[in-house]
């Protein structure tokens, strides 16, 4: 038994890396009692194609318990209802709510930026929220983050919310992309010192800004070619001696990203590999997707290829003891991941199927990093390289 004990160290390092190392971001505190400080947030939604969670997202953001915001919708071109469905919204507890219609795409430009920037200019807001069409907010979201982002003295902060699945191929599939975002949660100190500005994390489903720091960045226009624009914003802050606080909110923000596995498959294809790369320095790119996918294979295919050959009498020696640990033992691990997002853990029994199709998105992603295709439109990308300022 030694043998496949020895063989199996791997993936106990890591087990115990994720449990040991892997800190997620504190909770929000409750908002404070009594009078505050309140300042007026302009709330920023860029839209396009977004019908199915239009009215959701700005019936949530509309009924915030804050005394002083205002909420522009930018209707990036959008070719559904998202703009007619925006205009019936009511502004509720907000001062405004208005649905600004965006410009053509500028050569050079990514959509989202280039939203999130018309938005910016018409705001009149002294810190700006960018929030995404398919978040859903809490009564008291607005709150707690403004109290947490002042009594933090904070330059900027973002929200990681608990994100919704409901098909199958969501709950198999989205829990093995966040684990590999999870993994990133290491030595996340406060505030982050700007020599690692690379390890900077913000989400852009949920990112605040004080206007004034927005405006010293060059906000949107800064990261315009950036698909990855929260990260790229995230670093930009770092690099240049700002303090951006992450925290959870988990009871107040909620996501669901995609809702079919071809959803899945474009909107992470998009953006998996780009990402990554942006976050490591420019002598490792060029063979990191091609590490990261090896180490995928190894760690989460192999074992289970291993297993079905000693079934079947294929393999022979200690081949059956080593996967069976194995199998078992990640079997166990990704049903803790599935249930720690909302997902029941029968889940982890199938997590080859949706590590197969987590390691397809990134080949995808690779192949095609050069040349995203997002709702209509074609861009040709490249990743900036954050020491020369670019």
């Given amino acids: 038994m030694l043998g496949p004990l020895l063989w199996s160290l791997p993936w106990v390092a890591f087990l115990f890396f994720v449990v040991l190392r892997v800190r997620l971001p504190l909770e929000l505190a409750d908002p404070p009692t009594g009078p505050v400080e309140a300042p007026f947030v302009t709330v920023i939604v860029p839209a396009r194609d977004e019908e199915r969670s239009i009215a959701r997202v700005l019936g949530s953001l509309a009924a915030s318990r804050y005394p002083s915001f205002e909420i522009l919708v930018v209707d990036d071109r959008s070719a559904d209802r998202t703009a007619e ?145 929260d990260q790229a914003l995230a670093q930009r802050l770092v690099r240049e001696g700002f303090r951006l606080w992450v925290g959870r909110a988990e009871d107040q923000l909620a996501t669901r990203m995609y809702q079919s596995l071809g959803e899945i498959v474009a909107g992470w294809s998009k953006n998996l590999v780009l990402g990554g790369l942006q976050s490591l320095p420019r002598w490792i790119r060029p063979v990191a997707p091609g590490l990261l996918l090896l180490t995928g294979v190894i760690l989460w295919l192999l074992p289970p290829l291993v297993l079905i050959g000693a079934v079947t009498g294929l393999l022979g020696g200690w081949s059956l003891a080593w996967s069976a640990v194995v199998v078992t033992a990640s079997a166990l691990f990704w049903a803790m991941v599935g249930v720690r997002l909302g997902v029941p853990a029968r889940y982890g029994v199938l997590y080859p199927l949706g590590a197969a199709v987590g390691s397809w998105i990134l080949i995808r992603s690779w192949r095609h990093m050069e040349r995203v295709v997002w709702k209509g439109r074609e861009y040709k990308v490249r990743i900036r390289d954050g020491d020369s300022g670019g």
Wanted: hydrophobic share 45%.
């Fill in 85 to 229: 469905l925006a205009r019936a919204a009511g502004p509720d507890r907000a001062r405004r709510l208005e649905v600004i219609s965006g410009e053509p795409l500028p050569e050079g430009w990514l959509g989202k930026p280039w939203a999130c920037w018309q938005g910016a200019e018409r705001a009149r807001g002294d810190l700006l929220l960018f929030a995404d069409a398919d978040t859903v907010h809490g009564p008291d979201l607005l709150r707690r983050s403004v109290g947490e982002l002042l009594r933090r003295e904070a330059d900027a902060l973002t929200v990681l919310g608990r994100q919704l699945m409901g098909t199958f191929w969501e709950r198999l599939v989205q829990p093995q992309i966040f684990m590999t975002m999870m993994v990133r949660f290491v030595d996340q100190r406060w505030p982050l010192p700007q020599r690692r500005w690379r390890s900077a994390i913000a989400n852009g489903q949920y990112l605040l800004f004080r206007r004034t720091v927005y405006d010293a960045l060059d906000g949107h226009r800064g990261v315009r070619d950036q698909v990855v624009e």
